[in-house]
């Protein structure tokens, strides 16, 4: 029946539990999916990337599907569970403070893994982005480590749905690296996206819902 998988000397679950998660609870599901699959379109294979913590990012690990032999390096334990059973990906855990309310783990040993690795793709998750500040966190220290993910990469994303494009006044903010590119829906507020473009954005990729 699809319940059990066949292992050397045994089996297991074919369902397995892993780490609980959280309180984030998953909204705009179909934008975040849209935009995951954009943004799995653009990994090559044999690449390094570098995937912040969230449900964006959750969805980009999903979308991979297994289908490219890439290493990835990541906080986020979402992404993790999502790769966990993908043998093609390779995951690389940044240690440090296990933060469960947020899916995430940061710290100072999470940064200092960070000096010894440069990727090729940074994909990185917001709670929102202005133009202004850049990419909005619930925490100092989500706020430090992303900034130092997106200062380890070639090339920058900022996956953010159209709910993300707003002013809220969060008080912890990464700024954007000179070069970066925005992957939203197509529901995007217009002038939002005029502004984030005279912010630095080098190029704005819409994904259809």
């Not at 990012?57 to 990541?74: G, K, M, Y």
């Not at 202005?130 to 900022?158: F, W």
């Not at 903010?173 to 529901?187: A, E, H, Q, V």
């Amino acid at each position: 029946s699809g319940e059990l998988s066949r292992t050397y000397g045994g089996a297991v679950s074919a369902h397995p539990e892993f780490l609980h998660l959280g309180g984030i609870t998953p909204t705009n599901l179909a934008r975040k999916k849209a935009i995951a699959k954009r943004a799995a379109a653009l990994i090559a294979d044999d690449s390094l990337v570098i995937l912040d913590a969230g449900t964006t990012a959750e969805q980009l690990s999903f979308a991979l599907d297994n289908t490219r032999r890439i290493t990835v390096i990541t906080n986020g334990i979402r992404p993790i569970n999502a790769l966990a059973l993908q043998d093609k990906v390779t995951v690389v855990v940044l240690g440090g403070t296990l933060d469960i309310a947020h899916d995430s783990i940061t710290g100072v040993d999470a940064e200092k893994m960070l000096e010894s690795m440069h990727g090729n793709y940074a994909f990185m998750g917001a709670v929102q982005i202005s133009p202004e500040r850049g990419i909005g966190s619930l925490s100092y220290e989500q706020a430090r480590l992303k900034t130092q993910m997106m200062a380890h990469a070639s090339q920058v994303y900022v996956m953010a749905d159209a709910a993300k494009l707003h002013n809220r006044p969060y008080p912890y903010w990464s700024p954007f690296p000179k070069r970066w590119t925005l992957i939203t829906d197509t529901d995007a507020d217009a002038e939002m996206l005029r502004r984030l473009q005279r912010s630095g954005a080098e190029e704005i990729l819409l994904a259809k819902v």
